[in-house]
Nanobody, 124 residues
């Protein structure tokens, strides 16, 4: 089992940057593939980015490709989401999630563990 705590959200102007962090408890962080999802008011939770256990493979939603970068530090039990060139449509609560499945997934139901979320607001 793993507990996840996100941080780094906030208010930023369009074109700005934020770096989200997700700290995981436990000694088996490297056994989990990790994902970032987001949910805007009135919308379904959507996939943002994912990374495999070793960090050698990543995948992004088309809407963030080229602007966001997911990475992980297994020694620090942390996964990051660097968000650049932010747009107002990026405004949402951002969640990190962990799956014990081999490889990553874009489907929320494949992730067994979730953080509490961190709010990202991008003003125009």
């Amino acid at each position: 089992q793993v507990q996840l705590v996100e941080s780094g959200g906030g208010l930023v102007q369009a074109g700005g940057s934020l770096r989200l962090s997700c700290a995981a408890s436990g000694r088996t962080f490297s056994s989990y593939s990790m994902g970032w999802f987001r949910q805007a008011p009135g919308k379904e939770r959507e996939f943002v980015a994912a990374i495999n256990r070793s960090g050698s493979s990543t995948y992004y939603a088309d809407s963030v490709k080229g602007r966001f970068t997911i990475s992980r530090d297994n020694a620090e039990n942390t996964v990051y989401l660097q968000m650049n060139s932010l747009k107002p449509e990026d405004t949402a609560v951002y969640y990190c999630a962990a799956t014990g499945k081999l490889g990553w997934s874009t489907t929320p139901r494949m992730y067994a563990y979730w953080g509490q979320g961190t709010q990202v607001t991008v003003s125009s």
